[in-house]
């Protein structure tokens, strides 16, 4: 059923806000350009009103979830390519169209490392596109072959590499023409740069120098697999570093002396100005303000109020806060409950919440230390079904994978292999290991990771011209229905009245 005017109308439901509150609202789109529309200006300006109206029974529309790390599904892996092209593609197509029964509708498609001949065969198939029914490929996510060693995880050790000639190392590597930041990038524009963000260890020879000049063409650069101490993450991040991939997993864990990469979370004002050990040489990045006075922040988040804030003593940096204190103290200070903001901007961070790469108790720790930078993935392996049954699968070069229930791991070993975990599942289990509200764990879905991409006012919210990419979600968050470009594109059940 399509509006004779192209103008829709969804009623009777809650609307996710970009602070994690949900409202009862009505929401207005034109499906014939698949966009949200803002209904007063459409109403004033047009003279219009939708000639369909969708009652959602009292039901979420959210908008499309998004998963910055996925390695396929369905039976397909986005890492093996056999030189057969139109195979390849038919994958990829197949893995759009299926996924969005999940909820998302954005993804970026992560290969792992690989022998280095294998890039530029594979590039230009993963650059973005979407088509009326499926999921939109924003790029592809580089997960190596920039990692450490001992913290590679599943990923092959004898095509890690070192990078000794900076930039030009990546570039000899993924392509100069693939990471080209373009920006029509999003539109698919057959010029559009294919890598759009990177996972490398900071500390591996010649990142660090290549850093700043990828942030410079817009490449999203994600510390990750890596031995980095507190002082070489911090640098990464002034570098340019803006997102710590699988948070807890395949880095070294919290030590009260040397943080390390999980302690970006935290962020001390004592590192803004660097401690003494620091290279002060080293610190200079886009994204760090040197200069003392206020950071401007969006003037339309909020942030969410957590039901546990009560319970903390007075001084507690938690997502309930609502001071808003901008600029860093040189000073001590006497004001109860105000915790001073730094000229450090903390990374985003991904996590996996299928209850096995991190405890429930972690899942909660990290959130509450930095609930604004949390970001849920699902590191899906091809093997990713919500229908299919546990058992031993062939996974690439000989190798395995063991399913039992969401726990995924290597033939033959205790090491882990990504996840079979679906991204509306990571949302409710979120919900339950925080204690946050649904729409705060939506949330972690959809704004979060659109911002972190730099693409929230197309992608991820409800912002008048964004995409009309949806996921109707009952009050228990499971997915009802699944809409693409403003087009019901898949149906679990017929709750929704269309």
């Given at each position: 059923?399509?509006?004779?005017?192209?103008l829709?109308?969804?009623?009777?439901?809650?609307?996710?806000?970009?602070?994690?509150?949900?409202?009862?609202?009505?929401?207005?789109?034109?499906?014939?350009?698949?966009?949200?529309?803002?209904?007063?200006?459409?109403?004033?300006?047009?003279?219009?009103?939708?000639?369909?109206i969708?009652?959602?029974?009292?039901?979420?529309?959210?908008?499309?979830?998004?998963d910055?790390?996925?390695?396929?599904?369905?039976?397909?892996d986005?890492?093996v390519?056999?030189?057969d092209?139109?195979a390849?593609?038919?994958?990829?197509?197949?893995?759009?169209?299926?996924?969005?029964?999940?909820?998302?509708?954005?993804?970026?498609?992560?290969?792992i490392?690989?022998?280095?001949?294998?890039?530029?065969?594979?590039?230009?198939?993963?650059?973005?596109?979407?088509?009326e029914?499926?999921?939109?490929?924003?790029?592809?996510?580089?997960?190596g072959?920039f990692?450490?060693?001992?913290?590679r995880?599943a990923?092959?050790?004898?095509?890690?590499?070192?990078?000794?000639?900076?930039?030009?190392?990546?570039?000899?590597?993924?392509?100069?023409?693939?990471?080209?930041?373009?920006?029509?990038?999003?539109?698919?524009?057959?010029?559009?740069?294919?890598?759009?963000?990177?996972?490398?260890?900071?500390?591996?020879?010649?990142?660090?120098?290549?850093?700043?000049?990828l942030?410079?063409?817009?490449i999203?650069?994600s510390?990750?697999?890596?031995?980095?101490?507190?002082?070489?993450a911090?640098?990464?991040v002034?570098h340019?570093?803006?997102l710590?991939t699988?948070?807890?997993?395949?880095m070294?864990?919290?030590?009260?002396?040397?943080?390390?990469?999980i302690?970006?979370?935290?962020?001390?004002?004592h590192?803004?100005?660097?401690?003494?050990?620091?290279?002060?040489?080293?610190?200079?990045?886009?994204?760090f303000?040197s200069?003392?006075?206020?950071?401007?922040?969006?003037?339309?988040?909020?942030?969410?109020?957590?039901?546990?804030s009560?319970?903390?003593?007075s001084?507690?940096?938690?997502?309930?806060s609502?001071?808003?204190?901008?600029?860093?103290?040189?000073s001590?200070?006497?004001?109860?409950?105000?915790?001073a903001d730094?000229e450090?901007?903390?990374?985003?961070?991904?996590?996996?919440?299928?209850?096995?790469?991190?405890?429930?108790?972690?899942?909660?720790?990290?959130?509450?230390?930095?609930?604004?930078?949390?970001?849920?993935?699902t590191?899906?392996?091809?093997?990713?079904?919500?229908?299919?049954?546990?058992?031993?699968?062939?996974?690439r070069?000989?190798?395995?994978?063991?399913?039992e229930?969401?726990?995924?791991?290597?033939?033959?070993?205790?090491?882990?292999?990504?996840?079979?975990?679906t991204?509306?599942?990571c949302?409710?289990?979120?919900?339950?290991?925080t204690g946050?509200s649904?729409?705060e764990?939506?949330?972690?879905?959809?704004?979060?990771?659109?911002?972190?991409?730099?693409v929230?006012?197309?992608?991820?919210?409800?912002?008048p011209?964004?995409?009309?990419?949806?996921v109707?979600?009952?009050?228990?968050?499971?997915?009802?229905?699944t809409?693409?470009?403003?087009?019901q594109?898949?149906v679990?059940?017929?709750s929704?009245?269309?």
């Amino acid at each position: 059923m399509t509006s004779p005017n192209g103008l829709v109308c969804f009623t009777n439901c809650l609307l996710p806000q970009e602070d994690g509150s949900l409202i009862e609202k009505d929401l207005w789109i034109d499906e014939r350009r698949g966009v949200i529309l803002d209904a007063q200006k459409t109403f004033y300006l047009r003279r219009n009103r939708p000639e369909r109206i969708v009652d959602l029974g009292g039901n979420i529309l959210s908008p499309g979830f998004i998963d910055l790390q996925l390695n396929g599904g369905y039976g397909f892996d986005f890492s093996v390519y056999e030189d057969d092209d139109e195979a390849y593609k038919k994958g990829l197509q197949m893995v759009a169209d299926r996924i969005i029964e999940t909820g998302v509708t954005s993804l970026l498609p992560t290969i792992i490392t690989q022998e280095r001949s294998f890039y530029p065969k594979i590039l230009g198939l993963l650059r973005p596109f979407q088509t009326e029914k499926s999921a939109a490929f924003l790029g592809w996510h580089a997960e190596g072959p920039f990692i450490e060693h001992s913290k590679r995880g599943a990923h092959a050790p004898s095509y890690l590499l070192d990078a000794p000639n900076g930039t030009k190392s990546f570039e000899e590597v993924y392509g100069a023409d693939n990471l080209v930041h373009q920006e029509d990038w999003l539109m698919g524009s057959e010029h559009s740069a294919a890598v759009r963000l990177i996972t490398t260890a900071p500390e591996i020879t010649g990142v660090m120098d290549a850093m700043k000049e990828l942030n410079r063409r817009g490449i999203v650069l994600s510390i990750g697999h890596s031995t980095a101490t507190t002082e070489v993450a911090t640098n990464a991040v002034r570098h340019g570093a803006k997102l710590i991939t699988h948070l807890f997993n395949a880095m070294p864990q919290l030590h009260h002396r040397d943080p390390s990469i999980i302690g970006l979370l935290g962020a001390s004002p004592h590192i803004s100005p660097l401690p003494e050990s620091v290279d002060q040489s080293r610190t200079a990045s886009p994204v760090f303000n040197s200069t003392p006075g206020p950071v401007e922040e969006p003037s339309h988040v909020t942030p969410p109020q957590s039901p546990t804030s009560a319970k903390l003593p007075s001084g507690a940096s938690t997502p309930s806060s609502t001071t808003n204190h901008k600029g860093s103290r040189k000073s001590l200070h006497l004001e109860k409950g105000q915790v001073a903001d730094m000229e450090f901007e903390r990374p985003f961070y991904g996590l996996i919440v299928d209850g096995i790469h991190c405890h429930p108790n972690s899942v909660r720790l990290a959130y509450s230390a930095h609930s604004e930078g949390c970001i849920l993935i699902t590191d899906a392996m091809k093997i990713l079904d919500p229908h299919l049954k546990d058992g031993v699968y062939e996974w690439r070069e000989g190798q395995r994978y063991v399913k039992e229930g969401l726990r995924l791991y290597l033939e033959g070993t205790d090491t882990l292999a990504g996840s079979v975990v679906t991204l509306d599942k990571c949302v409710r289990n979120f919900s339950r290991f925080t204690g946050c509200s649904l729409g705060e764990a939506i949330k972690c879905a959809t704004y979060n990771p659109a911002r972190c991409l730099g693409v929230e006012n197309k992608k991820g919210t409800l912002r008048p011209g964004a995409d009309a990419d949806f996921v109707v979600l009952s009050r228990q968050g499971t997915v009802l229905s699944t809409w693409v470009k403003g087009k019901q594109a898949y149906v679990a059940n017929r709750s929704a009245t269309t």
